[in-house]
C-alpha cells in the first residue's frame, strides 16, 4: 500500500515561489508516473504536471514554464517548484499516481494560496 503525504504550500504573493514536496512510502514508488493534480475552488481536479520513472516530463499549458516537476526515486519524493505564481494558481495540490490515480492514494493535499 503506497501512502502518499503532500507538503510545502502556503500563502504566496503573485510572482512568488513555493516548493511542494510528496513523500511516498512504499518501495513501489518508482515504478509508478507520478503527477502533481490540484483541485481549485469549484474546479475539477486537474493534472498540473506528471513525471514518469525515467524523468520524462510534461505540464498543462497553464503552467508551462512557471512550474518544473522532478523525482528522486531513491527518497521516494517528487517536487513540484512552482515559480511566477498567480491567483488563478490558488488550490489544493495533491501527488498520485498517473494517468490512472488511485483513489485510496489521495493524500490530504498542501494548499497553496496565491494573493497579494
Known amino acids: 500500500q503506497v501512502q502518499l503525504a503532500e507538503s510545502g504550500g502556503g500563502l504566496v504573493q503573485p510572482g512568488g515561489s513555493l516548493r511542494l514536496s510528496c513523500a511516498a512510502s512504499?518501495?513501489?514508488?518508482?515504478?509508478?508516473?507520478m503527477g502533481w493534480y490540484r483541485q481549485a475552488p469549484g474546479k475539477q481536479r486537474e493534472l498540473v504536471a506528471a513525471?514518469?520513472?525515467?524523468?520524462?516530463?510534461n505540464y498543462a499549458d497553464s503552467v508551462e514554464g512557471r512550474f518544473t516537476i522532478s523525482r528522486d526515486n531513491g527518497k521516494n519524493t517528487v517536487i513540484l517548484q512552482m515559480s511566477s505564481l498567480k491567483p488563478e494558481d490558488t488550490a489544493v495540490y495533491y501527488c498520485n499516481k498517473y494517468p490512472l490515480p488511485q483513489q485510496d492514494y489521495w493524500g490530504q493535499g498542501t494548499q497553496v494560496t496565491v494573493s497579494s
Open positions: 512504499g518501495r513501489l514508488f518508482s515504478f509508478y508516473t
Open positions: 513525471i514518469t520513472r525515467g524523468g520524462s516530463t
